[in-house]
């Protein structure tokens, strides 16, 4: 009898420590994205106080100069954050989440942000990034980050199953440090990855041929868990992609084309 029970005292404390120890490995987790998004926070405020600041008078000069206008907006609230971290490629936004995030582009090492913040120091959550053979400026290019469970990155992003959700944000802002972009959201997708016996979407990053975009846009709309119109004049097509979790190395994707 006294053995039982001191068995019984005995798996007590191991409960009780391994359930101290989950515990405390979820608070710490907590923690560490509360001032993980404290420091995006930051960056946003960092953008509205560059955007808002007065601009110093000019002096008169008695001269006339003929003046050329320049063709695109001067985005000075991102050229902070480029000199900042020469690898800041532009800012995503989808108002009415919480997507609202720098995104980051290292060519040389594609995953580099995967577990980095914007000041390249270890990070959970990670930063947004464009992944591999893509750039802000290719037919199509892919932005990952995680889907983080304190409801912060692209956790938000499965949401786009839904078409009445897919309706009211169906668009989103991509902002580099020289141009404001527009995006408009054509398909919404549940994947593996690698994917099997169907098109590798993800190799598909970077400038492509005719029948290549044909192939993709066919894949995103056949396969699309939204009714929407997809590209018509092959604009640039934007993937966001995170983890899902409806089945092993799944992932959930939106697929989106450039309207402006």
């Known amino acids: ?3 039982k029970s001191k068995l019984l005292k005995v798996l007590i404390i191991i409960f009780a420590l391994g359930l101290i120890g989950s515990l405390s490995k979820f608070i710490s987790i907590r923690y560490k ?3 993980e998004e404290e420091a995006f926070e930051n960056l946003r405020q960092t953008v509205e106080i560059t955007k808002d600041k007065p601009k110093s008078k000019p002096i008169k000069v008695e001269v006339e100069v003929e ?7 001067d985005f000075t609230k991102y050229k902070v954050l480029k000199e900042t971290n ?15 995030y720098p995104v980051m582009i290292t060519q040389d090492q594609p995953r580099f942000y995967m577990r980095r913040g914007f000041d390249k120091e270890y990070s959970l959550s990670g930063t947004p990034f464009v992944g591999v053979n893509g750039d802000v400026d290719s037919d199509m290019f892919i932005i990952y980050a995680h889907n983080m469970s304190n409801g912060t990155m692209f956790s938000q992003l499965d949401s ?5 959700f897919f309706e009211d944000h169906k668009r989103f802002s991509f902002t580099t440090i020289n141009e404001e972009r527009t995006y408009e959201v054509f398909a919404s997708l549940k994947v593996k990855v690698p994917v099997e016996n169907d098109l590798a979407y993800y190799e598909y990053s970077g400038d ?14 056949a396969n699309s868990l939204i009714a929407a119109e997809g590209p018509r004049d092959r604009e640039q ?3 966001l992609s995170t ?5 092993e190395d799944g992932r959930f994707i939106i697929a989106a084309k450039r309207i402006n």
């Not at 532009?90 to 108002?95: A, H, N, Q, V």
């Not at 983890?243 to 089945?247: M, Q, R």
Request: charged share 35%; proline share 5%.
């Open 1 to 3: 009898m006294k053995k």
């Open 33 to 35: 994205g509360i001032k």
């Open 67 to 73: 003046t050329k206008e320049d063709p695109k907006p």
């Open 86 to 100: 020469p690898d800041f490629c532009g800012w995503l936004k989808i108002e009415g989440t919480a997507i609202d």
């Open 160 to 164: 786009y199953k839904d078409q009445e």
């Open 208 to 221: 492509l041929e005719d029948y290549d975009y044909e192939d993709l846009v066919n894949y995103l709309t």
């Open 237 to 239: 097509i934007l993937i």
């Open 243 to 247: 983890c899902s979790y409806h089945t």
